[in-house]
């Protein structure tokens, strides 16, 4: 079983900036892709960026340009700088990380943690 654990949200004003963290421990063999993902009240969780075990990344358009997700494999942890925030980014922020199972990846969600911008 794998466990993460997020930290790093909170209230913040328009154009100021947060780092997210989040770590997996647990029985982990190996983790492939990490990333972060979003729900605002009332809609659809949506992925925000995702980085691959070689490194390569992805983001939703909105994001890019002001975020960068980051991974540590060392410490199974995976980080999101958030800059130049704005209210519209205002949501609850969840760590995906796929971890070994056995023979498969499986798909492992953090608690959540609440970002919470301020015009």
């Known amino acids: 079983q794998v466990q993460l654990v997020e930290s790093g949200g909170g209230l913040v004003q328009a154009g100021g900036s947060l780092r997210l963290s989040c770590v997996a421990s647990g029985s982990i063999a190996s983790i492939n892709g990490m990333g972060w993902y979003r729900q605002a009240p009332g809609k659809q969780r949506e992925l925000v960026a995702r980085i691959a075990t070689g490194g390569s990344t992805n983001y939703a358009d909105s994001v890019k340009g002001r975020f960068t997700i980051s991974r540590d494999n060392a410490k199974n942890t995976v980080y999101l700088q958030m800059n130049s925030l704005k209210p519209e980014d205002t949501a609850v922020y969840y760590c995906?990380?796929?971890?070994?199972?056995?023979?498969?990846?499986?798909?492992?969600w953090g608690q959540g943690t609440q970002v919470t911008v301020s015009s």
């Open positions: 995906k990380v796929e971890a070994l199972s056995g023979l498969y990846y499986l798909a492992y």
